[in-house]
């Protein structure tokens, strides 16, 4: 196997991964009565679809067909968020395990788009690598949405102690 063929499966499994996700976020957002956490669901949803697309324009760049490949490591990522859908638990708790799920969706994503990018760099497809880092920029700032949404959401509960 070539770096390029490397590469080429790489992307396939990204467009996978992101097709999957473009499934799964409405259930993540239906799921939460947070408004905050919806907004961030949705925004995603949004940025996902596009990222398909940019996925494609890569693969376009690079004579690959994106398709005929499954990610599996983001199915078992899907599967453990639907897990948590079916649990038994309180609003806010269920709120930190959906933003845990979500989370390791991301890091899973930077990990795979950061991988992808060094070696579109490696083998001098530069334009490929700057659409590859504008994807890796979203799943970067949609993290640290979480992050935020998760420490006010515990900010506001530990004021909310106080008070009692
Ligand atoms: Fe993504």
């Given at each position: 196997?070539?770096?390029?063929e490397?590469l080429a499966d790489?992307l396939k499994d990204?467009y996978s991964?992101?097709?999957?996700?473009?499934?799964?976020?409405?259930?993540?957002?239906?799921?939460?009565?947070?408004?905050?956490?919806?907004?961030?669901?949705?925004?995603?949803?949004?940025?996902?679809?596009?990222?398909?697309?940019?996925i494609e324009q890569v693969c376009n760049e690079l004579s690959v067909k994106p398709g005929g490949r499954?990610?599996?490591?983001?199915?078992?990522?899907?599967?453990?968020?639907?897990?948590?859908?079916?649990?038994?638990?309180?609003?806010?708790?269920?709120?930190?395990?959906?933003?845990?799920?979500?989370?390791?969706?991301?890091?899973?994503?930077?990990?795979?788009?950061?991988?992808?990018?060094?070696?579109?760099?490696?083998?001098?497809?530069?334009?490929?690598?700057?659409?590859?880092?504008?994807?890796?920029?979203?799943?970067?700032?949609?993290?640290?949405?979480?992050?935020?949404?998760?420490?006010?959401?515990?900010?506001?509960?530990?004021?909310?102690?106080?008070?009692?």
């Amino acid at each position: 196997m070539t770096l390029e063929e490397l590469l080429a499966d790489e992307l396939k499994d990204l467009y996978s991964a992101e097709n999957q996700l473009v499934k799964a976020l409405p259930k993540l957002a239906k799921a939460t009565d947070s408004e905050d956490l919806r907004k961030a669901f949705e925004h995603h949803l949004e940025q996902t679809r596009n990222q398909v697309r940019r996925i494609e324009q890569v693969c376009n760049e690079l004579s690959v067909k994106p398709g005929g490949r499954k990610c599996v490591a983001m199915e078992g990522l899907i599967e453990e968020g639907k897990e948590i859908l079916s649990a038994d638990a309180e609003p806010d708790i269920l709120d930190a395990a959906l933003i845990g799920a979500a989370q390791k969706v991301e890091h899973y994503e930077i990990s795979a788009y950061g991988t992808a990018r060094a070696h579109a760099r490696q083998l001098g497809f530069m334009r490929a690598a700057d659409l590859l880092g504008e994807t890796l920029h979203e799943e970067e700032q949609a993290d640290e949405k979480l992050t935020m949404i998760a420490e006010n959401r515990v900010n506001v509960q530990a004021a909310m102690s106080k008070g009692n």
